[in-house]
């Protein structure tokens, strides 16, 4: 699905992923920072509002659902 505006419930720098909350992906949507808009060093904060693409996948670390494009609202 494309366009769902959601909420970044945990992001780690470290290891460069995080959880996506929203209504149209319950449980959380996985994220990888290559998914993120941009070049170079990419980072979500935990609170931030994003505007994500996602696909439905069988197991992706515990989660139904995994980020294709993240990006900040408007871009």
Request: charged fraction near 20%; aromatic fraction near 14%.
């Amino acid at each position: 699905m494309s366009d769902t505006t959601g909420t970044v419930r945990e992001w780690n720098d470290v290891e460069g992923w995080g959880v996506i909350d929203s209504a149209a992906t319950p449980g959380g949507c996985w994220a990888f920072f290559s998914a993120i808009d941009g070049t170079g060093f990419r980072t979500l904060t935990v609170g931030d509002t994003v505007v994500f693409d996602w696909e439905q996948v069988t197991d992706q670390d515990g989660y139904r659902y995994r980020a294709i494009r993240v990006a900040q609202p408007g871009q």
